[in-house]
């Protein structure tokens, strides 16, 4: 089953992204938290630190925050 993560960044910006079914929650989370990933609209960047992911896999939820 294909998970997906809620990520959100300091300025409360979030989004979603399709998660490898395979991925531990553990690497998840330590792939996007603490992290700096470019929200912005071409041709300007915005980056912005992630401080929550929450994943979803149907059945469970699980919430890391900075």
């Known amino acids: 089953m294909l998970k ?3 990520l959100t960044t300091t300025t409360g ?3 979603k992204t399709s998660i490898s079914a395979t991925a531990s929650y553990e690497s998840t989370i330590e792939y ?3 992290k ?3 929200v912005g609209i071409y041709p300007i960047e915005n ?3 992630v401080v929550k992911v ?3 896999d149907g059945k ?3 919430v890391s925050e900075l």
């Open 47 to 49: 980056l912005e630190k």
């Open 36 to 38: 700096y990933f470019d």
């Open 54 to 56: 929450e994943i979803f």
């Open 32 to 34: 996007f938290l603490g």
């Open 60 to 62: 469970t939820m699980v």
């Open 4 to 6: 997906s993560a809620k």
């Open 13 to 15: 910006y979030t989004w």
